[in-house]
């Protein structure tokens, strides 16, 4: 059956500031941490995102190629220090122009924005005060959070407070392959609280505007979770597992409160959480978002932990070619990552399971009723180059991105209030520790050419079909 969505369907292409832009330090731009780090012997690769895609030079004729590619909205991320470049709390003027300029792209191409105000990337001066960590961020946040509000208003439609609570604080203080590259589960709690709050407190400045044409939400990389077997043990690792990959940052964003059986278990496991004061829960009670944005790559498995599993920690997918431990997680006493030996695995240890897009947004709807639901990140990892004509087919790519799309697809067909659908990444770009090998976009760039050379891959086109194909008229 061809299945289609509702005509209004946002379909389009993602990306972050760190991530494309480069133009590290024009303008007037201040240093962010992640330029710290990759200016630093902590980054080992030596590889920045100095220049990557080179967006802020090029972000007229990725719109356009956005645009001819069928696509209706565009997924960025603001530069936090590109606005507020340091403590002083100026407002850069070329930075809102930037930005400003961007905007007024996707208006002409009749492309809708949606804006995120935190993608991984952040002040220096605040991470060398202890970043995430600092008890005062939340307050930082919501400060830059109402200047984006005051200067861009309703230009922007939907907003986004923060990306990726839960993979940003892992990476960056459990793995500690993410700056500031801390290894501690008291600090994972203690960042994961105060990210939550950051996001509650820009909410609150959100709603002192009262804006008619514009939302907020929040970006959670949401897992459906499952088990491979149906026992007691097995059950109760999958709920532990649903409260650490997900529903300590969804609950608070959406129902307003964390889920009941949390704080038990983290003081049963040794975390002291005397930092979550009262008055921030009761500020969590008047911060429902408007919608919730999901980023869907995989599911997660989950099995009862056992001793020899170890200490709590992650292990991300960006092992890359020759190395053979698989994406997952070890929390110790509440679960560990279980793996499936019949599903393909990627080049970079993740499995590939595209029903999880339907299980997901059935999830949410059980939990959550109708909220409205942004899938805003689904992609293919892969190490590509152009063949010898210069063109690139990515069928494998395709076949992705079309397994997951079905699902989807039959999601909103089935009741879901899913509203858009946003592919990783609308470019090639600049892949945090993984560097450039590990490409996601549907346009290919060449980082060996210092004009940055574009090329749509086999893929966008199929987008385009796809798009057309499966929207209603």
Not at 90 to 98: H, I, L
Not at 220 to 233: A, F, G, M, R, Y
């Amino acid at each position: 059956m061809n299945r289609k969505v509702k005509k209004g369907f946002l379909w389009g292409g993602a990306n972050a500031a760190y991530q494309c832009e480069g133009g590290w330090n024009e303008d007037g731009k201040g240093e962010s941490n992640w330029d710290q780090f990759c200016h630093s012997e902590k980054n080992v690769k030596g590889i920045t995102g100095d220049v990557s895609a080179d967006f802020y030079h090029h972000y007229k004729e990725d719109i356009r190629l956005f645009a001819e590619g069928g696509q209706n909205t565009y997924r960025f991320s603001i530069s936090w220090p590109r606005i507020l470049p340091d403590r002083s709390r100026k407002v850069n003027e070329k930075g809102v122009r930037f930005y400003k300029n961007v905007l007024a792209e996707c208006r002409k191409y009749g492309i809708v924005p949606n804006v995120t105000l935190l993608h991984y990337d952040i002040p220096s001066w605040l991470e060398d005060e202890g970043g995430y960590r600092n008890p005062k961020f939340a307050e930082e946040f919501a400060f830059y959070a109402r200047t984006v509000f005051e200067q861009f208003g309703e230009e922007i439609p939907l907003y986004v407070t923060i990306n990726e609570i839960t993979h940003n604080t892992f990476c960056s203080y459990m793995q500690g392959n993410y700056p500031p590259n801390v290894h501690s589960t008291q600090a994972v709690c203690e960042v994961g609280y105060n990210l939550v709050m950051a996001h509650a407190k820009a909410v609150i400045e959100f709603r002192k505007f009262n804006f008619r044409n514009s939302q907020i939400g929040m970006v959670h990389t949401t897992n459906s979770v499952q088990i491979l077997k149906d026992t007691p043990e097995y059950q109760i690792a999958k709920r532990r597992c649903d409260l650490f990959k997900n529903k300590w940052v969804t609950d608070p964003a959406i129902l307003g409160k964390f889920p009941d059986d949390l704080r038990p278990l983290l003081e049963e496991s040794g975390i002291d959480t005397s930092f979550v004061k009262q008055e921030d829960l009761d500020l969590l009670a008047q911060t429902h978002v408007d919608f919730l944005g999901q980023n869907c790559y995989t599911r997660t498995l989950a099995r009862p932990y056992r001793e020899e599993d170890g200490e709590t920690n992650y292990y991300p997918n960006n092992v890359g070619t020759g190395q053979k431990r698989l994406e997952g997680y070890v929390v110790k006493n509440w679960f560990t990552s279980d793996f499936d030996p019949d599903t393909p695995k990627n080049a970079w240890g993740r499995e590939e399971y595209p029903k999880t897009v339907y299980d997901m947004l059935m999830g949410i709807k059980a939990d959550y009723g109708d909220i409205p639901v942004y899938i805003t990140e689904n992609g293919c990892a892969r190490y590509e180059a152009p063949d010898e004509n210069g063109q690139l087919d990515d069928q494998e790519r395709i076949d992705f991105m079309k397994k997951y799309l079905d699902w989807l697809v039959k999601a909103e067909n089935d009741g879901c209030n899913v509203k858009g659908y946003y592919a990783w990444s609308s470019t090639d770009c600049y892949s945090w520790i993984n560097g450039y090998e590990k490409r996601y976009g549907l346009i290919y760039v060449d980082f060996n050419d210092p004009a940055r050379k574009r090329t749509p891959k086999k893929s966008y086109y199929w987008f385009k079909e796809y798009i057309n194909e499966h929207t209603e008229k």
